[in-house]
């Protein structure tokens, strides 16, 4: 990969430690993502359980993300950052437990993914807050390029293969490498960012009630003309893409499958993704700055739905690899911007608080969203999950692109984005700057 100028303006230390801490905790979350649902399936073929394993991880974003968000504002996110990749270490090493005793089944799995899940939630809502105290504000859609792209290369490019191979080994494996990746991520994030918070939370008035905090960062995103819709596409992009991968095992993997893959191949198809997501990472911040930001999340999305018609059309392995890569560079793009945005437009003491709200709304919606498509496909049959999460999208983001126009992003922020479409047009119009939260980042990927 080219090197881009953000590594050499921010050489500090920090960054550095805070890639690594990214590039370990998501090759771990990579072989958990892909290697839980493969055990799973050797356990049962019941899609409503194995939909349960994604509503089991993500239903903790929806009990506490706004918890989250306000103790990432009021406290130190250094110290949450490493408690909570602590935490996540210890339930992994207590899984690894139950695989040498031969306990190991799809309700303790569950219950593994449900306390990794409550880890996860405060572990990336103090991650995402720390980007911009380590990157200078006019680099910060290329830092997050990079972030985003080690955490696709990490997750899908390297834990996905993994997985496969670790699902051989057995389920101690599969639950063993993440524990100790993870205990790595660990110390960079108590030794390697120390002192960062300091830079990154402001000093707050007097404290408040957990109620009134939670209501400044709801009436934030309430009030704001471009993020509330965002977030409300994202939310259901989430819904629907959940239920689409929650089941999307079951289509490929197996001999009763629509696909007919080995198990230990379904990890190199998944990396597929990575491939495309790399080939995004490289290109967003090029791309938002000709296309324009929400212009450019509003064809990505789009494009990145209906690639997902392609798998039920066309259940080979050569046709769903070209689709995940594209599917992976779509989702990218998104993911940049859309982080970018927030990161720059929301202020720092709401930062955690209106992420928090966003993330209840957008990744709560993924638990919801897996349990329903393990009941859709129980009584309808896998194809209409997955036509189904199709069409909502497909609605949501064409009511978005209606909804908001262009300009409105500029001028709720009174600048834009340097040589974008929207800047060149300001020569005859008049306008102002980008929006502020680009809402979740849609769950386009096979995760479990």
Do not use: C, K
């Amino acid at each position: 990969m080219v090197d881009h100028p953000v590594l050499v303006a921010s050489s500090r230390r920090p960054f550095h430690h805070l890639l690594g801490l990214t590039g370990l905790s998501n090759l771990a979350d990579g072989v958990l993502q892909v290697g839980v649902p493969l055990l799973a399936v050797t356990m049962t073929r019941s899609p409503a359980l194995v939909s349960l394993l994604s509503a089991a991880a993500t239903l903790p974003w929806l009990l506490l993300a706004m918890h989250a968000g306000v103790l990432v504002d009021r406290h130190d996110r250094v110290r949450i950052l490493g408690v909570a990749t602590a935490a996540r270490t210890l339930v992994l090493a207590a899984g690894v437990g139950t695989a040498v005793a031969g306990v190991l089944t799809v309700p303790v799995v569950l219950a593994l993914l449900l306390v990794l899940g409550v880890a996860e939630v405060f572990a990336d809502s103090a991650a995402a807050a720390l980007v911009p105290a380590v990157v200078p504000r006019d680099q910060l859609a290329a830092a997050n390029g990079r972030l985003l792209g080690v955490q696709q290369v990490a997750n899908a490019f390297l834990g996905a293969p993994l997985a496969g191979v670790l699902v051989g080994v057995g389920s101690a494996a599969v639950l063993g490498l993440p524990a100790a990746l993870l205990g790595i991520a660990t110390l960079l994030a108590l030794r390697g960012l120390r002192g960062v918070t300091a830079g990154a939370v402001p000093r707050r008035r007097p404290p408040t009630s957990m109620r009134t905090e939670l209501a400044e960062g709801v009436a934030f995103l309430w009030r704001h003309r471009v993020l509330r819709p965002l977030v409300l596409t994202g939310t259901v992009l989430n819904f629907a893409s959940a239920g689409y991968f929650a089941v999307f095992v079951l289509w490929v993997v197996g001999p009763g499958s629509a696909v007919g893959l080995d198990a230990a191949l379904y990890g190199p198809l998944a990396a597929a993704l990575a491939v495309g997501a790399l080939v995004g990472a490289a290109v967003a911040d090029r791309l938002r700055r000709w296309v324009g930001e929400l212009r450019l999340i509003t064809s990505v999305w789009l494009l990145g739905t209906v690639l997902l018609v392609v798998p039920v059309v066309v259940p080979h392995v050569a046709a769903i690899a070209v689709t995940f890569a594209l599917v992976g560079g779509t989702t990218m793009v998104g993911n940049v911007v859309g982080q970018t945005m927030r990161q720059r437009l929301v202020p720092d003491g709401l930062r955690g608080r209106v992420a928090g709200v966003s993330r209840t709304l957008s990744f709560g919606s993924i638990p919801v969203g897996a349990a329903l498509g393990g009941v859709v496909g129980e009584a309808l049959g896998l194809p209409a999950v997955f036509l189904g999460a199709v069409g909502l999208s497909l609605v949501l983001v064409v009511w978005l692109a209606r909804t908001v126009p262009g300009r409105a992003v500029d001028d709720e922020a009174g600048t834009r984005p340097e040589g974008s479409a929207d800047a060149r047009d300001a020569t005859a119009d008049t306008a102002a700057g980008p929006a502020a939260d680009a809402a979740a980042d849609p769950a386009l990927a096979p995760a479990g």
